[in-house]
């Protein structure tokens, strides 16, 4: 069986609704099994009950928290991350500076790695935050994948949508009031599929 992980940081719930629909896709692919995990938070609860967090955080704490160790027993990995002035959120920059030891094994030289993420507006870094999460990857030695423009939901110009050919989005709004769209939720699920695809053919 082919394991994909799906790893991500969702304050609000939008990265968290992404990555459902990418395991979705994932689990498309014959031979392929799909896990959610999300990285440790690293802010304190009284932070986030000022930020007006707290309620979606307690909607999501029944999701496994991932381990380092956890991207070395996978085949592939679909990271998930909200911008943060156009790059990867604290709590996932923190997630991945701990892998220091599997660089040093090379523990993830040749998996499948790729990228989702959520702005607040539509010009707000989406491929800055994909392409600077890219250069981790490729420390990793890992076969980097994006949403290739067979996804033809990217190509249209009749609605506000995220998704671009580094990888999947979503918008959130500056009020945190946009949830995913049915586009980009299909963008997500393309990812998935795509990525598992690929995985599967390079662990075969």
């Known amino acids: 069986m082919c394991k994909v992980l799906i790893v991500h940081y969702s304050m609000y719930g939008h990265v968290y609704q992404m990555a459902e629909a990418i395991a979705v896709g994932v689990r498309q692919v014959a031979g392929c099994e799909a896990a959610v995990k999300r990285v440790p938070e690293t802010l304190p609860g009284e ?3 000022m930020m007006g967090a707290t309620d979606a955080q307690k909607s999501m704490a029944h999701i496994p928290v991932a381990t380092v160790n956890d991207l070395a027993e996978a085949d592939a990995v679909i990271f998930g991350t909200p911008t943060r002035f ?4 604290g709590q996932m920059r923190q997630f991945l500076d701990a892998t220091g030891g599997l660089w040093m094994k090379g523990a ?3 998996k499948v790695g790729s990228v989702f993420t959520c702005t607040a507006t539509q010009h707000g870094g989406q491929e800055s935050t994909i392409l600077s999460f890219h250069t981790t990857l490729l420390h990793h030695g890992m076969v980097v994948v994006g949403l290739p423009y067979a996804f033809a939901g990217q ?3 009749t609605e506000l949508t995220g998704c671009s ?3 999947a989005s979503t918008i959130a709004g500056s009020q ?3 949830m995913p769209s049915d586009n980009e939720l299909a963008g997500a699920r393309y990812q998935g599929a795509h990525v598992a695809r690929i995985a ?3 662990k075969g």
């Open 86 to 89: 156009g790059n990867m959120c």
């Open 176 to 178: 945190g009031e946009r």
């Open 155 to 157: 190509m249209g110009v």
């Open 165 to 167: 050919p580094y990888g």
């Open 47 to 49: 932070v986030l009950e």
């Open 200 to 202: 599967l053919k390079l």
């Open 108 to 110: 993830l030289v040749g």
